[in-house]
């Protein structure tokens, strides 16, 4: 029987350490502010409900919709096996990244729009039409950017193999 020795993850240096704490920081600095900020600013106390309501649901979306359909889109692209190159797969989980998170920011426009806004000019665009017309220009975007990808593949004699060039 053979053992497998794990090799220990190479270290980074100090800088990175440093970065990664100076951004650590700052992103707490920032929610910390925006936390601040959304208290301070609401006249009533109804709107923090509201938006603890909106955020609860916007992950429940994200953990319940949004990443198992992207997982699947990745799984049923890798089961083309050698046929789809892996920049195509990037492309298009890419793309259903961005719909998915458009689709979510402005469902709460749609909906208004459904019930009728107690002012017209609060949305006074077709929400609904225009989440329809970004689809399409991402699915039209997706499409193109394959069709190259494929024939540049094809056109340098690379593999079509779905695994990843080694990083440099």
């Known amino acids: 029987m053979t053992q497998v020795v794990a090799e220990a993850p190479e270290s980074v240096g100090r800088g990175v350490t440093v970065v990664r704490g100076i951004l650590i920081a ?37 953990d319940a919709v949004l990443s198992p359909l992207l997982v699947g889109v990745g799984l049923l692209m ?25 689709t979510l920011m402005f469902l ?27 689809w399409a220009v991402l699915a039209a975007i997706v499409i193109i950017g394959s069709i190259v990808l494929v024939r540049r593949t094809r056109r340098g004699g690379r593999s079509h193999s779905n695994v990843r060039p080694p990083r440099a």
């Open 26 to 62: 700052l992103g707490v600095a920032l929610i910390g502010f925006g936390g601040y900020t959304l208290v301070m600013l609401q006249p009533r106390p109804n709107q923090l409900i509201g938006v603890a309501v909106w955020l609860i649901g916007a992950i429940v979306l994200h």
């Open 108 to 134: 709460p426009e749609v909906a208004v729009q459904q019930r009728g806004p107690k002012n017209a000019t609060v949305v006074p665009l077709d929400y609904a039409q225009n989440l329809v017309i970004m």
């Open 78 to 102: 890798r089961r083309a096996g050698h046929r789809v190159p892996w920049t195509v797969i990037a492309l298009v989980q890419g793309a259903v990244v961005i719909g998915c998170l458009f």
